[in-house]
């Protein structure tokens, strides 16, 4: 990333439907409001609550394909049902201008920005079991009964594939969770590693 696209760099944030990465997000941009968080285009319908063009652009099929067919889009796939993908030209400026930028994408779409730019370092947040990932997804109150077990079985596969990933966090404890992946992004020199942050990080951290 350096070497592309000066001092930015881009991070990408990956983990099942309902393991908290968006309210870890939040709480990370509120003690690090410099990062530059990507907002996605998706085919999903809004949520209450959901603001177009702050926590999604919400794109009708046609729309989402025009920016398929154009390039726009950095990485897409389909995620239980909905188109969801990454717009391009926001991330290349933020980087390019040196900022940190966070995708949080699901697994597909973490594998082709893998495949595309290799530099970027991805963290995968797994929840303490599957029987606590149910609970979060009923818990948010947010999706149909079909919804949450599209979701759930998804979520299986995805787990299966965490050690694809640089590093991996496991969101038990949000507070203690969220300092975790604060010491992945700003590593103090003088701090022992936390036993609870997986292995491949220490090894593979930039
Ligand atoms: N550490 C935690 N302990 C308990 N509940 C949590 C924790 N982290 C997040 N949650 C709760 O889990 C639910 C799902 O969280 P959130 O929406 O952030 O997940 P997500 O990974 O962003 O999901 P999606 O990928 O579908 O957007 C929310 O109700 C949130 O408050
Ligand atoms: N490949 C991409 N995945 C994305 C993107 N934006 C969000 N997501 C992931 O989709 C699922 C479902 O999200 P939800 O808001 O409907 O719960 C979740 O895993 C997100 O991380 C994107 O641009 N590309």
Known sequence: ???????????????????????????????????????????????????????????????????????????WAEFAGNCYGTPRRPVEAAVQEGKWVILEIELEGARQIRDTFPEALRIFVLPPSLHELEHRLRGRGQDSEEAIARRLERARAEINAADEFDVQVVNDDLGLALDRIERILFPAADTLPDPAIALSERVKTP
Do not use: C, N
């Open 1 to 75: 990333m350096q070497e592309r696209w000066s001092s930015g760099r881009l991070i990408v944030l990956t983990g099942p439907s309902g393991v908290g990465k968006g309210t870890l997000l939040k709480a990370l941009m509120t003690r690090h409001p410099e990062l530059y968080l990507s907002i996605s285009a998706t085919t999903r319908a809004p949520r209450p609550g959901e603001v177009d063009g702050q926590h999604y652009l919400f794109l009708s099929r046609a729309e989402f394909q025009a920016l398929v067919d154009q390039g726009e889009l950095l990485e």
